[in-house]
């Protein structure tokens, strides 16, 4: 029965969407004309009715006709960015050129972004959680509208020329985080009575990623600005060696050579050198937890959306971040200014998925070997238990000045039974997803 009641859910997603896509709103409204007369017609001596029914047969006829002796050849080619956000417009750039004997007018151009339908043993899952009267329908629908990757409209064309470059403005606007994958262009043309379209295909395939939606977020002070660095140790905003020139010397022995002033040499007649100090700067972690249980959990999705919002937040230039999650593996990425990692860690966050297989307490060996360096530590929790508690207990047993961050329905709030509700090295927050925005400015 199961299988029965999926293959008439498959078959009726097949149907909607080649409708939707083979037939203008028009050509929708004569092929239920067609469909209502027709059944309305059976047995029926009503001329009106088999009129109604063979002049919209006929309509549908010279439309199908005429857009099979349609043939266009073009190729186009797009300029994506290297990220997008969901739910907001992503607009490139596409470069189009007909490559057909014949002017095209009225044609519309769109993406094709390949949709994958849910499988049977997801179908099965769902039916599992939802036994009791028609709720499995609508949880079925959420899961079926979380598939769908963008919308891609159709965009209007001007008058294409043969052999003439085309620029246009493309949009899609994203639905899901991830990597989108884009297929290639569809060139759509409508026949001469506005009913069918027809799609010519070329394919183009690219990828661009995208992230969550972003939130706003207060200025995080995870320590005193005049705290100098832990541990005695030099921290520069970039990338290899980047000191501070302090004052010119006389050579002395052992001093290398790269360090010599030569036009101050030829100048005075005796080798100078440039004396440099080195600066020190401030060091931040950020712990993402990506322990959960569920393939798709509103709670992992918040969690990347906050860590993707403080990564992308304003930092002083002199600051850096190491960033510790579990992918596949227990990860360390550190961004800072002069450093090319932050484009790569906002790509890995938004291709994560949860990781069911482990618990927080794997983060332990990366976390000691960083806690040393750190002068605060962020936190996003996914719940509050044995696990995430310890790891709280190492940053605080290392005087580090944390703010933790449990993300929950609400139901619990920060409290005097809570361990850490009065520790003036760690803040904790209980904040609930359905008001994230609103209880993420109050921090």
Request: charged content about 20%; aromatic content about 10%.
């Amino acid at each position: 029965m199961n299988r029965l009641i999926y293959r008439c859910l498959r078959l009726l997603y097949i149907t909607r969407r080649w409708l939707w896509t083979r037939f203008t709103p028009m050509g929708l409204g004569v092929l239920g004309c067609l469909v209502v007369t027709g059944l309305v017609g059976l047995g029926s001596t009503q001329s009106m009715c088999h009129m109604l029914f063979f002049f919209a047969a006929a309509l549908l006829g010279l439309a199908a006709i005429s857009n099979r002796a349609m043939v266009v050849r073009y190729k186009a080619m797009r300029t994506l960015p290297r990220f997008g956000t969901v739910g907001e417009p992503l607009y490139y750039e596409v470069q189009l050129q007909l490559l057909s004997s014949q002017a095209q007018r009225g044609a519309k151009l769109t993406e094709t972004i390949a949709e994958v339908f849910p499988s049977f043993q997801d179908f099965l899952n769902i039916r599992e959680r939802c036994p009791a009267d028609q709720k499995w329908i609508q949880a079925w629908r959420t899961y079926v509208s979380r598939q769908k990757w963008a919308i891609a409209p159709l965009i209007d064309l001007p008058p294409l020329s043969p052999e003439t470059k085309t620029r246009t403005k493309g949009e899609l606007l994203p639905l899901r985080r991830g990597r989108l994958n884009l297929d290639g262009f569809d060139l759509v043309c409508v026949d001469p009575l506005g009913l069918i379209y027809t799609r010519h295909h070329y394919p183009f395939a690219q990828s661009v990623c995208i992230l969550p939606q972003r939130y706003r977020l207060p200025p995080l002070r995870l320590s005193n600005p005049k705290q100098r660095n832990r541990g005695n140790q030099c921290l520069v905003p970039s990338a290899g060696e980047s000191l501070e020139f302090r004052s010119l010397r006389d050579y002395r022995p052992g001093d290398p050579t790269q360090k010599i002033h030569w036009k101050s040499w030829a100048k005075v007649g005796r080798p100078i050198v440039k004396e440099q100090q080195e600066e020190t700067g401030l060091r931040y972690g950020m712990v993402l937890d990506t322990f959960h249980s569920d393939r798709y959990s509103e709670l992992f999705e918040v969690a990347l959306a906050i860590a993707i919002s403080f990564l992308t937040q304003d930092r002083p230039e002199e600051s850096l971040l190491d960033v510790i999650f579990a992918a596949q593996e227990t990860r360390c990425i550190t961004v800072g200014q002069g450093l090319r990692h932050r484009a790569q860690i906002l790509e890995t966050l938004a291709t994560l998925t949860p990781n069911y297989e482990q618990n927080l307490a794997s983060l332990t060996p990366a976390l000691q070997s960083q806690l040393s360096t750190w002068n605060g530590c962020f936190c996003i929790f996914l719940d509050t238990d044995a696990s995430r508690y310890a790891c709280l207990d190492l940053l605080i047993q290392q005087d580090v000045p944390t703010k933790a961050i449990f993300l929950c329905d609400g139901s619990r709030l920060a409290t005097e039974t809570d361990p850490y509700y009065r520790s003036p090295q760690c803040r904790t927050h209980y904040l609930s997803i359905t008001q994230i925005q609103q209880e993420l400015l109050s921090i």
